[in-house]
């Protein structure tokens, strides 16, 4: 079994600023790390690799220092690690990420077919959650998303069986394998780095990739060339001055502090109201 599994390394989110004049974030000395809920895929690849053997290899498009967090998946456990980097890169949306990853697994599968393409379910700075379907769609893959739990995998008849978390449930679903899933956050818990990974990981050779080496077809497909997102403003949520509204119980009826509530949110927003009377009358 050969799985790929897609990381991104981020600036840690929790030490972002925004620029007050240029509105844009401040990168400058925020720490790196790989995005959180890569990582939830990182650890259930490992799982099914040591259920069934095979490798894990981890895959990463960035600058040269993205190779730390590649480092790091090797410590927890992956089999090989590839850093897709070029200037020519710089600048890469959604659309221009998933096209060069998708040419990367391409180049990987000549050494070994992939069966499964691991990815978080989105990224904690750009938040779109749209690179995962990008690469399953150039791919021709199944796509599999916000998926809780592998049920069960069957090589043999190169099937799989997933639940996913919907809206209003959990769904189970069974498609065919290769196939292309974005793992849900909090379905496992990342395993502890050992002592022996973590000396592999230092003197591993990461594998570093120019665009000719990912055997990119089409260079007008890259980097700001391929994106036609375009970021006009970044800016920060504007704090909320509005003060808490508390109801006192003590000498009063909890039907009519309620029904005061429901006067003055109905007040603030009237549209509520209608939508309210609408769903409870259909």
Not at 127 to 146: E, F, I, S
Not at 184 to 193: C, D, I, P, W
Not at 241 to 257: E, G, I, P
């Amino acid at each position: 079994m050969h799985i790929v599994v897609c990381i991104k390394q981020v600036p840690d989110s929790a030490q972002i600023r925004v620029h007050p004049v240029t509105n844009t974030i401040m990168r400058q000395g925020v720490p790196a790390i790989v995005n959180p809920y890569d990582l939830f895929a990182l650890e259930e690849a490992l799982r099914l690799k040591d259920q069934f053997g095979g490798r894990v290899t981890a895959l990463c498009m960035g600058p040269p220092q993205a190779e730390e967090s590649l480092r790091k998946c090797i410590s927890f456990g992956a089999t090989d690690a590839v850093l897709v980097t070029d200037r020519a890169f710089a600048g890469a949306d959604t659309l221009a990420t998933s096209y060069a990853l998708a040419a990367a697994i391409r180049k990987i599968g000549q050494e070994q077919a992939v069966d499964l393409v691991f990815t978080g379910k989105q990224t904690i700075d750009g938040d779109t959650a749209q690179v995962g379907p990008g690469v399953a769609k150039r791919l021709g893959m199944n796509l599999l998303t916000y998926v809780s739990k592998i049920v069960e995998v069957d090589l043999d008849g190169r099937t799989l069986k997933v639940e996913r978390r919907a809206e209003g449930g959990v769904q189970v679903l069974q498609t065919t394998l290769p196939s292309l899933i974005t793992m849900l956050e909090g379905t496992n818990q990342m395993r502890f780095a050992t002592l022996e990974d973590m000396l592999r990981a230092g003197r591993f050779p990461v594998r570093r990739w120019s665009k000719e080496d990912a055997e990119i077809e089409d260079v007008t497909k890259i980097g700001l060339k391929g994106s036609p997102t375009v970021v006009s403003k970044v800016f920060g949520p504007t704090p909320r001055q509005q003060k808490v509204d508390l109801q006192v119980l003590a000498d009063s009826n909890l039907n009519d502090v309620t029904l005061n509530l429901l006067g003055k949110l109905f007040t603030t927003h009237p549209q509520l109201e209608e939508e309210l009377v609408e769903r409870l009358s259909a």
